[in-house]
């Protein structure tokens, strides 16, 4: 995947298809490597800007979105995942007879394809076998047992279909495991640290950590200050009423927390 | 799972191919005593099943169509051709086959199947087995794993006793027709606490336009025993119609066990009208796995008789009904005596205008106390112009027993296609692995190649549905 350091959003507004606004007029940009921090009370849009960056079919959008300078805005949500955007769901739907593993492989796939074919199956129902750009499947299957160590998920989860049964936590990390796996050029973090006791914050900003140090974007779309303990935000925006009404950085943070969004 | 699904173009349909027909013997069209007659001396038949044929007819000349289920007006019985002979006499190897037979198999991949951990291969061509290969091992534990016209005549005793005493002619209208004009077929016996420990397949295919294939299976386990049977089915597409119409009798002993895996496959012209039951002696175990993606119309309802004390029973089936196709399937559960237990999975997918049926009996007798059923019939329909029905009959004799039934009807949720194209996955993928996903607890059951096989079809079929 070719690394483009800048997502831009230009005069984003974004409304349900029964015609209520949620966003009016959303510019701002984040940077590959950095940590960019969204704040903001329940229904400012917060989870919407999540969903109209991933391309949700949900909402009818104006404005444009960049990443450097591809138009992404009307690309679909696989063709935006191609562009190296990720989403980890604030509260993910569990598909059942899909497991972890075979998830993560078959984006993987998409992700990191190739056209290279390494053998022709005599039988045409199987036809022929690809070669994937990334790692090969061991590499991979290393790299998912090796991130999900650092996680503590317990392996066995990975088999079991995904999100199916998986408490508040295991859901956040395994949306944390894909983004670590998958690499994306920006990844959303839509109220991960909602619902997770201490030590599960301490594990998952450590997770962002990594996948910043290794040149994501991390977009932490959040409520509380309390994730920004571990984590070291380049910028902090807040979102009030569906537009942008304030800008800074990590002091910002610890502004709000103490004296609220000033309702 | 597909990771190439560069394509949303319907898939054509990968064994549609056909040989040029070389056949030893060809019947006329239609059905006739003098075809009958014919049939059984080419065949070499004892007296006995010429007999048995022959009052076979007559009852089928007297029934009446099936009144209820899927329209069957269309298929012209009197357009078909009854029996085929492929080659001379069946071949030992492999490389002794005429070529086009060969390449037909090698479309289909038997040659490396075989190669990997199959026990024994018995492959179906026209109505008899041309190629078989059994592995000693099955000999030296005295199975006998072979074609169904030569146990009638190595093994008369073995096969009188058991030959149409659980689906009598008498049975249905396609029971007798079957009973009639049944060629090929596989014949298992595994003797006494005998356990065959890979599974014994056979691939059966119609290759004639205008062909009826009627085999006949009949499976004995004796007590304490175990095996795994296997019956996987492609056929190649034609502009008339076929009509494929099977008997499956299965005698599961004290405390053996059976599995009959099914994988149907035929292509879109093909009446698929199936008679298969089970009768189940104390503390026996019957397992029906069974995959429908192809065929016109499929009328297959695998029966289990608990007659035995504790016998257990179960039907795992999947079904795909893609345009013009109707799958109506199930499964009968008769419990005939004390704390005999049951269960039907039914798992449906509907796409494209296709229609799929649960159609499903749950007898429990008076004296059957104790007993315990338990149905779970699924269906997902993929497009509004797809239909689902569920058609569940109980008949509940006796008090102490329990019996439950749970059905769900489910559309693919654009919360899980957007969850899964947010990681790059494409709709028409996403839509095909949730699909997938859904069939994965009846999937499981399978051996892994045809587990596989059951995925890619899957695959193969959703391309043409969904994008």
Redesign the interface.
């Known amino acids: 995947m070719k690394k483009v350091s800048i997502l831009s959003l230009q005069h984003i507004q974004a409304s349900l298809h029964s015609g209520k606004s949620i966003l009016s007029d959303i510019s701002m940009s984040f940077t590959a490597g950095n940590i960019h921090v969204i704040m903001g009370p329940n229904g400012s849009g917060k989870s919407t800007l999540a969903n109209v960056l991933m391309g949700n079919p949900e909402y009818s959008v104006k404005g444009k979105i960049y990443v450097g300078k591809t138009d992404i805005s009307t690309l679909t949500t696989s063709e935006r995942a191609k562009k190296g955007i990720f989403l980890a769901f604030q509260s993910p739907i569990a598909i059942s007879g899909v497991s972890v593993i075979h998830l993560i492989r078959s984006a993987y796939q998409e992700l990191y394809p190739s056209t290279k074919v390494v053998s022709k199956m005599h039988n045409p129902a199987l036809s022929k076998r690809y070669a994937s750009s990334g790692m090969s499947i061991t590499e991979l299957l290393d790299a998912v047992k090796k991130y999900a160590s650092m996680l503590h998920i317990d392996e066995a989860l990975l088999s079991r279909s995904i999100h199916e049964g998986f408490s508040g936590g295991e859901r956040k990390k395994i949306e944390v495991l894909q983004a670590l796996v998958l690499r994306p050029t920006f990844a959303i973090f839509d109220e991960i640290d909602t619902g997770l006791d201490v030590d599960a914050l301490k594990i998952v900003a450590h997770g962002i950590e990594v996948l910043q140090k290794q040149g994501t974007g991390c977009i932490i779309i959040t409520h509380y200050q309390r994730l920004l303990m571990y984590l070291h935000p380049d910028t902090v925006t807040v979102i009030k009423k569906g537009t942008v009404v304030q800008t800074g950085n990590a002091e910002l943070a610890k502004k709000i927390e103490g004296s609220g969004y000033g309702e | 799972?597909a990771?190439?699904t560069q394509s949303f173009v319907k898939a054509p349909y990968?064994?549609g191919f056909h040989k040029p027909e070389d056949y030893i013997y060809k019947s006329g069209r239609g059905l006739s005593e003098s075809v009958i007659r014919d049939m059984s001396a080419q065949k070499g038949e004892s007296k006995w099943m010429l007999d048995f044929r022959l009052k076979s007819l007559a009852i089928y000349e007297k029934k009446m169509m099936p009144s209820w289920g899927p329209n069957l007006v269309d298929i012209q019985f009197e357009n078909l051709f009854y029996f085929i002979r492929p080659v001379k006499s069946q071949a030992d190897a492999w490389k002794d086959l005429p070529d086009a037979i060969r390449e037909t198999y090698?479309?289909?991949?038997i040659p490396?199947m075989e190669k990997k951990f199959l026990s024994g291969v018995s492959a179906q061509y026209e109505s008899e087995v041309v190629y078989k290969s059994i592995e000693k091992t099955l000999h030296e534990k005295g199975v006998i794993f072979t074609d169904m016209d030569t146990a009638v005549k190595k093994y008369p005793e073995l096969v009188k006793k058991y030959f149409g005493t659980l689906i009598p002619p008498a049975d249905n209208k396609f029971a007798a027709l079957n009973s009639a004009v049944w060629s090929g077929g596989s014949f298992i016996y595994v003797p006494k606490n005998v356990s065959v420990g890979l599974p014994l397949q056979a691939y059966f295919r119609i290759n004639a336009a205008n062909m009826g294939q009627f085999e006949r299976t009949l499976i004995i386990a004796d007590e304490g025993s175990y095996v795994h049977y296997i019956e996987g089915c492609t056929a190649p597409i034609y502009s008339t119609d076929s009509l494929h119409s099977a008997v499956v009798e299965i005698f599961v002993e004290k405390g053996a066990r059976v599995r009959y895996s099914t994988v149907q496959n035929w292509s879109t012209n093909v009446y698929n009208l199936v008679t298969k039951r089970a009768r189940v002696e104390e503390e026996g175990i019957m397992e029906w796995v069974d995959g429908n993606i192809g065929s016109k119309i499929t009328m297959k309802y695998p029966s289990c008789y608990l007659v035995g004390k504790k016998a257990h029973g179960e039907v795992l089936s999947v079904a795909y009904a893609g345009k013009g196709q109707i799958q109506d399937t199930g499964g009968k559960m008769i419990h005939l005596a004390p704390e005999t237990t049951s269960r039907i999975i039914s798992k449906s997918v509907s796409g494209g205008g296709g229609r799929t049926s649960y159609r499903g009996l749950v007898y429990i007798a008076s004296n059957a106390k104790g007993a315990r059923n338990n149905v779970v019939c699924d269906a997902l329909i993929l497009d509004h112009l797809s239909r689902s029905d569920t058609y569940p009959k109980m008949d509940v004799r006796v008090t102490q027993s329990i019996t439950e039934h749970e059905a769900s009807v489910s559309r693919i949720?654009?919360?899980?296609l957007?969850?899964?194209?947010?990681?790059?996955?494409?709709?028409a993928?996403?839509a095909s692995?949730?699909v997938?996903?859904?069939?994965?607890?009846i999937v499981k059951a399978l051996p892994l190649e045809y587990a596989?096989?059951l995925n890619?079809?899957m695959d193969?079929e959703m391309l043409g549905s969904v994008g």
């Open positions: 799972m990771s190439n990968v064994f090698d479309k289909i991949g490396e949720s654009d919360e899980q957007f969850y899964l194209t947010s990681r790059g996955i494409t709709p993928a996403a692995m949730i997938n996903g859904f069939i994965e607890p596989v096989e890619r079809l193969l």
